[in-house]
Structures are given as C-alpha cells and as structure tokens.
C-alpha cells in the first residue's frame, strides 16, 4: 500500500480552507448560525475527498487499489475536520461567543447546549461526512474484475 501523508495533509488543508472560507462567508452574511446550512459543509467535504482519490488513481494508475483509496479519503476527511473543529473552538469561544448561543438554542442536548456540545456536532457530523463521502466516492475508481478478458478465459456452466 502506497500511503502519501504529504498529499492527505495538503488536500485536508485545502478542505478546511474551503470550509473555513464557506463558514466565514456565510457568518459575514448573518447566517453563520443557522445549523442547516452547513449542509454544503458535506458537498465542499466530498469535492475535495474525490479530487484527492481522483488524483491518487491517475498517480497510481494500475496499481490502485481500492482499500488505499478509501483509507486515503478517510484520512483526508478526518484531518480536515480536526482542523475545522479546532477553528470553530477559537471561533466560539474567543471571536464571536454570541454565535455560540445562537447556535446552541438549535441543538438539543440532554444536558443543555454549551460550546463542547457544538464542538461534538460538528466533529461528528464532519466524521460522518467524510466517511460517507469516501463510500460513495471509491465506487466510482473501482476496478472491474468482470473484463472481458476474463470472461473470455471462463466458461459459463452451461456451456462444455
């Protein structure tokens, strides 16, 4: 298995970057706490996770295999939601500690709503993303074992 850190680690910080960049748009247009617009959170997640295993496929060509793929995805999702994460803890509790309350009058916890019950959403939520996103996204660079050269060599059962 050829596992390049170096391309997950650039490809996580661009997706970060991108999410980072979204969020502060979206918070500069007064809608930075409304919770169902990090929907595109999920779209922003999966771009960046195919073009990361787009490029590991054309890189790798026939020596792609599916598990570095989807390991190559996976990592990638979960780095840049660390690193989005960790910008929402600064965010939240040091910049703007009223979009804090906004945001927790929207999810209900059994414990109330304060700064880690936020931070655990989005980290969870960007987990689920990003393995979800690696899932619907290694199908797609998956190799056929049903070629024709193979099936040219097997003979169907019903045929001697």
Do not use: D
Not at 3 to 14: A, C, D, E, P, T
Not at 53 to 61: A, C, Q, Y
Not at 137 to 153: A, D, G
């Amino acid at each position: 298995m050829n596992f390049n850190w170096f391309k997950v680690l650039i490809y996580s910080s661009g997706i970060a970057a991108a999410l980072i960049i979204y969020f502060l748009i979206l918070n500069a247009l007064g809608l930075g706490g409304e919770i169902y617009m990090s929907f595109l959170n999920a779209i922003i997640t999966t771009c960046g996770v195919y073009l990361l295993v787009r490029n590991t496929f054309i890189l790798e060509g026939k020596n792609f295999e599916y598990m570095n793929g989807f390991i190559t995805a996976t990592a990638a999702g979960f780095i840049s939601t660390l690193i989005f994460t960790i910008f929402m803890a600064i965010y939240l509790t040091e910049i703007n500690t009223e979009l804090a309350a906004t945001m927790a009058g929207q999810i209900s916890t059994i414990s109330g709503s304060g700064e880690f019950e936020i931070l655990l959403f989005i980290a969870l939520s960007g987990f689920a993303t990003s393995l979800v996103a690696a899932l619907v996204i290694m199908p797609v660079f998956k190799q056929s074992w049903n070629t024709k050269q193979l099936r040219e060599t097997q003979k169907p059962m019903n045929q001697k």
